[in-house]
T-cell receptor, first 114, second 113 residues
Framework: AQKITQTQPGMFVQEKEAVTLDCTYD???????LFWYKQPSSGEMIFLIYQGSYDQQNATEGRYSLNFQKARKSANLVISASQLGDSAMYFC???????????FGTGTRLTIIP | DTAVSQTPKYLVTQMGNDKSIKCEQN?????MYWYKQDSKKFLKIMFSYNNKELIINETVPNRFSPKSPDKAHLNLHINSLELGDSAVYFCASSQREGQETQYFGPGTRLLVL
């Protein structure tokens, strides 16, 4: 079984600061993918970034980067130079290879303070 | 161009009614999904279809029946709606192979009165 844990229900960060959202996972499968999604107050789910379990380098997409520590089973999302528009719920998710099922964490509500 | 679209966006109905939510994707993906997001924002998969074939059927009441007329469409029909069915329902799609990303529709907010 796969499990995702996000221990920060809410975070407040000053605008322009960097922020790290925590995510740990548990799976017995050696092949898996990790995903982060953003859900703004308007409700849509926006894909941000992906990390494969065999990827040698941490994934980056613009201001988003994924701090992947395989031995610790953590996949933290780092947002650099935060902006007001980054205020949203952020979900970590994982999927084992060959399995269509995407398992989500409980989410972190990020609020950027001007 | 909307990649994954759902209709309606909002659905308010009485207990006991039957309702459908439609989903279409224009990404050429093979696999489509339905997820339910409850009032605490927890997202859980309900169904997955690959090329019109049911792949995943989580523990969902029989009142929920997905239908895939073709690989670009996956509709969700709900019979005898109950108060606990109130939630946001998301459709998503992806390629099946590898670890392809799932792209989500805008969600349908269902309120059962």
């Amino acid at each position: 079984a796969q499990k995702i844990t996000q221990t920060q229900p809410g975070m407040f960060v000053q605008e322009k600061e960097a922020v790290t959202l925590d995510c740990t996972y548990d799976t017995s499968d050696p092949s898996y993918g990790l995903f982060w999604y953003k859900q703004p107050s308007s409700g849509e789910m926006i894909f941000l970034i992906y990390q494969g379990s065999y990827d040698q380098q941490n994934a980056t997409e613009g201001r988003y980067s994924l701090n992947f520590q395989k031995a610790r089973k953590s996949a933290n999302l780092v947002i650099s130079a935060s902006q007001l528009g980054d205020s949203a719920m952020y979900f970590c998710a994982m999927r084992n290879f060959g399995n269509e099922k995407l398992t989500f964490g409980t989410g972190t509500r990020l609020t950027i303070i001007p | 161009d909307t990649a994954v679209s759902q209709t309606p966006k909002y659905l308010v109905t009485q207990m006991g009614n039957d309702k459908s939510i439609k989903c279409e994707q224009n990404l050429g993906h093979d696999t489509m999904y339905w997820y339910k997001q409850d009032s605490k924002k927890f997202l859980k998969i309900m169904f997955s279809y690959n090329n019109k074939e049911l792949i995943i059927n989580e523990t969902v009441p029989n009142r929920f029946s997905p239908k895939s007329p073709d690989k670009a469409h996956l509709n969700l029909h709900i019979n005898s709606l109950e108060l606990g069915d109130s939630a946001v329902y998301f459709c998503a799609s992806s390629q099946r192979e590898g670890q392809e990303t799932q792209y989500f529709g805008p969600g349908t907010r269902l309120l059962v009165l």
